[in-house]
């Protein structure tokens, strides 16, 4: 079919000075093959530009060898003369996304199949037949010959099923921002005990050292694997590709350990183990799709909020509220807690600083609080800075 072209990193230097008259131009030699070669109605897009930045664009309509043949000042610039050695690239420029996402496809005496988005204008002159277009229900007909994975219908099946509404990232603190659990220095985990919020060590424990720089927190893994329990209730059944910055290497559930790019089937509703053995790590993301994307910045808070359905840590301090320092002296016999977010599952009440008085009190727990009864007694504030702290937790 015949239209815009691309390609990756298509860059040279001009080998020969270029007026502001002429329709071709050289690049150096062996060059000429980084660049797409135009058949009949073909074209891409290059940028002209010298040391002091003016830049020309101009459309390529062939190749031949190192020389490409021009048309000048494209895309509301103008024809300039050139010097050798000045740079031409193939960039994305604005006339050649408007051509490629809202253009006119032109075809002459050829065959066309495959779908058309709803935004393009199609132009057909001579013989041509065109199938698969968009159907009459909005669908996507298939052509003859295109079955399975390849026909137009899987693929938007596939693409549907890949495109969900929220975040993308189904890796909760991917960025190791948010420690509830204040560990630092040397982390050393036994088996199943959890560091940073929604990471635990794997089977064999886990020790990591960790540093932020540039709003990017980075592990550094020296012994065992960490792991993090990924909820069934965000994953629906397809592939999944796991990604990450660092040397560590990762899974999906049962595979093997791979560098970056993991990628494997997971089951809807059922929850998914990620894991990761000796090196460095940061910004880990799972996504949905065979094919890893940039990192999903979604920033501390929010990721907070996510994570506290399964582990939440309040602090009350003991002289700090009225009503909180009476309901915590020697004449109260019941309080309660309310939590920031209802738990995935009844959580488990811990002390987690401070003490208490006169015997632990009977706690009733529930999705979205804790009570608390005692007979005599209450608090005593001797944690830090005369903090009370408690959690609670519903680990996966």
Not at 43 to 56: D, T
Not at 155 to 174: C, D, I
Not at 250 to 260: E, F, P, V
Not at 354 to 379: E, K, N, Q
Request: hydrophobic content about 45%; charged content about 10%.
């Amino acid at each position: 079919m015949a239209g815009i072209l691309f390609t990756n990193f298509a860059r040279s230097q001009l080998a020969a000075p270029l007026l502001a008259g002429d329709l071709s131009l050289t690049v150096q030699t062996g060059h000429g093959a980084r660049f797409p070669a135009p058949g009949v109605g073909d074209y891409f897009y290059l940028v002209l530009e010298n040391a002091s930045l003016a830049r020309e664009i101009v459309k390529c309509t062939g190749r031949a060898v190192d020389t490409l043949t021009i048309v000048r000042a494209q895309d509301n610039t103008t024809a300039l003369g050139w010097n050798a050695g000045d740079v031409v690239a193939l960039r994305f420029v604005a006339a050649a996304i408007a051509d490629a996402v809202t253009g006119t496809a032109m075809l002459t005496g050829a065959a066309f199949t495959g779908p058309v988005s709803t935004t393009s204008t199609l132009a057909v002159t001579g013989a041509a037949a065109v199938t698969g277009l968009l159907s009459a229900d909005g669908g996507v007909a298939v052509p003859a010959g295109e079955t399975g994975a390849n026909a137009p219908q899987a693929q938007e099946t596939a693409l549907l099923a890949t495109t969900q509404f929220g975040y993308r990232n189904k890796v909760l603190n991917g960025n190791f921002a948010v420690n509830q659990r204040v560990v630092s220095g040397s982390v050393v985990l036994a088996a199943g005990a959890y560091g940073h919020d929604m990471w635990k060590a794997g089977a064999s424990g886990c020790t990591y050292t960790f540093a932020a720089s540039a709003g990017v927190t980075t592990l550094t893994i020296s012994a065992g694997s960490l792991v993090q329990p990924v909820d069934g209730d965000s994953l629906q059944t397809g592939t999944y590709t796991l990604s990450w910055t660092g040397t560590a290497q990762g899974k999906i559930g049962a595979g093997a350990y791979s560098a970056t790019g993991v990628t494997g089937a997971v089951t809807g509703g059922a929850n998914t183990t990620i894991e990761f053995n000796t090196g460095t790590l940061s910004l880990v993301q799972l996504e949905p799709g065979a094919k890893p994307t940039v990192y999903e910045f979604i920033g501390k808070e929010a990721d907070l909020h996510r994570c506290e359905p399964y582990y939440e840590i309040i602090r009350y301090k003991a002289n700090g509220n009225a009503a909180i320092s009476s309901l915590l002296s020697a004449g109260a016999d019941y309080f309660q807690w309310s939590f920031r977010r209802v738990k995935k599952s009844a959580p488990t009440i811990t002390l987690v600083s401070g003490a208490w008085v006169g015997g632990t009190p009977t706690i009733s727990v529930s999705l979205d609080g804790a009570s608390f009864l005692r007979a005599t007694g209450g608090f005593n504030a001797s944690g830090v800075a005369g903090a009370v702290c408690l959690s609670a937790s519903s680990p996966l």
